[in-house]
Nanobody, 124 residues
Framework: QVQLVESGEGLVQAGGSLRLSCAASGRTISRYGMGWFRQAPGKERECVSTVNWSGGATLYTASVKGRVTTSRDNAKNTMYLQMNNIKPADTAVYYC?????????????????WGQGTQVTVSS
């Protein structure tokens, strides 16, 4: 089993920056594809970004392209989400997820392990 715990700033001003961390325990995630998802009130969960096992391949949803970078440090068993020029529309609960395969995926049902989520609120 893999346990995932997200952490990072909860309240950010529009135009600012935010970094979320996802720390894994229980198993090494070095062979796992991983992703960041978010869910705003009344909306479906969407994939913000996904990264393959090495960090060499990433995908981003259109609304965050150019503002977001996902990276991972397998030695620290941790994944990161760096968001710049953050917008009120980025307000949501952010989840990290891991899947039992090395490749990335933007589909939530492809993931086997989920964190509990962390609230991010962007004030205008």
């Amino acid at each position: 089993q893999v346990q995932l715990v997200e952490s990072g700033e909860g309240l950010v001003q529009a135009g600012g920056s935010l970094r979320l961390s996802c720390a894994a325990s229980g198993r090494t995630i070095s062979r796992y594809g991983m992703g960041w998802f978010r869910q705003a009130p009344g909306k479906e969960r969407e994939c913000v970004s996904t990264v393959n096992w090495s960090g060499g391949a990433t995908l981003y949803t259109a609304s965050v392209k150019g503002r977001v970078t996902t990276s991972r440090d397998n030695a620290k068993n941790t994944m990161y989400l760096q968001m710049n020029n953050i917008k009120p529309a980025d307000t949501a609960v952010y989840y990290c997820a891991a899947r039992n395969t090395a490749v990335l995926s933007t589909t939530a049902r492809d993931y086997d392990y989920w964190g509990q989520g962390t609230q991010v609120t962007v004030s205008s």
